[in-house]
């Protein structure tokens, strides 16, 4: 079946254009992979700290497989709740395991995908013309502006 990135990237994809176009909410409670791990913002330039929020971003203008292309994309504003600690992959898998056989599985699927670590998370998106301001000072002229917050 479908990996939950890809759940997630169509669930996000398709709330874009099917959302209300001023005031409609999305709201997702997920296991969030690779997220931002420091607020620092000299820490954000490096490395892979803002791989999961510019995903998000690119999944909220994707083309939409299979029909839908005629929609079009809503600005949004959105915000993500991760925790400031996740889970490295070794405990994650270990969680997830019942036992040695599915550890060694887990580790070598999260690891396949490059996942480096873990974090229950929220993720809220609004949708509307009060977005439209913020965006329009958007220097990658993005549809959808997304932040994060780090909690304990």
């Given at each position: 079946g479908s990996s939950g990135e890809e759940v997630l990237k169509a669930?996000?994809?398709?709330?874009?254009?099917?959302l209300r176009r001023d005031g409609g909410i999305l709201a997702i409670v997920s296991e969030f992979m690779n997220p931002p791990t420091t607020s620092n913002p000299t820490d954000l330039?490096?490395?892979?700290?803002?791989?999961?929020?510019?995903?998000?971003?690119?999944?909220?203008?994707?083309?939409l497989i299979g029909g839908g292309e005629h929609l079009a994309i809503n600005t949004g504003k959105g915000l993500l709740f991760t925790n400031q600690l996740p889970l490295s992959t070794p405990t994650y898998?270990?969680?997830r395991a019942n036992d040695a056989e599915e550890y060694t599985n887990w580790?070598?699927?999260?690891?396949?995908?490059?996942?480096?670590?873990?974090?229950?998370?929220?993720?809220?998106?609004?949708?509307g013309s009060s977005t439209n301001a913020v965006l329009s000072n958007n220097k990658e002229n993005r549809r959808l502006d997304l932040g994060f917050k780090l909690v304990p």
């Amino acid at each position: 079946g479908s990996s939950g990135e890809e759940v997630l990237k169509a669930i996000i994809a398709m709330s874009s254009r099917l959302l209300r176009r001023d005031g409609g909410i999305l709201a997702i409670v997920s296991e969030f992979m690779n997220p931002p791990t420091t607020s620092n913002p000299t820490d954000l330039e490096k490395g892979n700290e803002l791989e999961l929020l510019n995903k998000i971003r690119d999944w909220w203008e994707c083309p939409l497989i299979g029909g839908g292309e005629h929609l079009a994309i809503n600005t949004g504003k959105g915000l993500l709740f991760t925790n400031q600690l996740p889970l490295s992959t070794p405990t994650y898998a270990s969680r997830r395991a019942n036992d040695a056989e599915e550890y060694t599985n887990w580790i070598y699927n999260l690891e396949s995908q490059n996942i480096r670590n873990v974090s229950p998370g929220l993720l809220y998106i609004k949708t509307g013309s009060s977005t439209n301001a913020v965006l329009s000072n958007n220097k990658e002229n993005r549809r959808l502006d997304l932040g994060f917050k780090l909690v304990p």
